[in-house]
Antibody, heavy 125, light 108 residues
Framework: QLQLQESGSGLVKPSQTLSLTCAVS??????????WTWIRQPPGKGLEWIGF???????YYSPSLQSRVHISMDRSRNQFSLKLTSVTAADTAVYYC?????????????????WGRGTLVTVSS | SYKVTQPPSVSVSPGQTARITCSGD??????AYWYQQKPGQAPVLVIY???ERPSGVPERFSGSSSGTTVTLTISGIQAEDEADYYC???????????FGGGTKLTVL
């Protein structure tokens, strides 16, 4: 059974870097054939996609965050990570990692079939 | 940037049918997906590829598509269906996924 578990600092100071890791069990991030993703949700608000990482290591980021985001993978540990630089209070959110599915077809589409439980990151001095 | 739009809230009595809509210009050619999120929990996929139901999701959940609007229908509403529901799709070029703002379903 696929399980994803987020971990990292729950409190980050403004202007510093947010760092999170998603440990995956039940699937291989480097050979399972699926991209992996980070999604966040500010308190009381909706979901926001942050970015993907493919098993090749290629990454794609939200246009609104791409100047501050970096997603990487550690194949030996079967985990992938998120770094978000120069954080502000607006980056306070629950951060989720998830597995991405890409349905076959001529039009590229994405969805998220398994999610971690999420971890709250607060940006505050 | 591309957006999909949902109503902020829908209310329905137990046993009735709830319909939650999602509109977006790319929906005629892009699939829509629906997630249920209960307080303090991660979202759960309830509909994929407009109308397919993952295993384990009750049959009372269904999805449909017509033009630029997709609809999540929940029949025979139960108290446990009270949750936030998010529509999600992809921009027309298949570059990035987008979420709707979410619809709070209240069971009266």
């Amino acid at each position: 059974q696929l399980q994803l578990q987020e971990s990292g600092s729950g409190l980050v100071k403004p202007s510093q870097t947010l760092s999170l890791t998603c440990a995956v069990s039940g699937d291989s991030i480097s050979s399972g054939g699926h991209p992996w993703t980070w999604i966040r949700q500010p308190p009381g608000k909706g979901l926001e996609w942050i970015g993907f990482i493919y098993q090749s290591g290629n990454t794609y980021y939200s246009p609104s965050l791409q100047s501050r985001v970096h997603i990487s993978m550690d194949r030996s540990r079967n985990q992938f990570s998120l770094k978000l630089t120069s954080v502000t209070a607006a980056d306070t959110a629950v951060y989720y990692c998830a597995r991405v599915r890409v349905p076959p077809g001529s039009v590229v589409s994405y969805y998220f079939d398994s999610w971690g439980r999420g971890t709250l990151v607060t940006v505050s001095s | 940037s591309y957006k999909v739009t949902q109503p902020p809230s829908v209310s329905v009595s137990p046993g009735q049918t709830a319909r939650i809509t999602c509109s977006g210009d790319a929906l005629p050619k892009q699939f829509a997906y629906w997630y249920q999120q209960k307080p303090g929990q991660a979202p759960v996929l309830v509909i994929y590829e407009d109308s397919e139901r993952p295993s384990g999701v009750p049959e009372r959940f269904s999805g449909s598509s017509s033009g630029t609007t997709v609809t999540l229908t929940i029949s025979g509403i139960q108290a446990e269906d009270e949750a936030d529901y998010y529509c999600q799709s992809t921009d027309s070029s298949g570059t990035y996924p987008v979420f709707g703002g979410g619809t709070k379903l209240t069971v009266l």
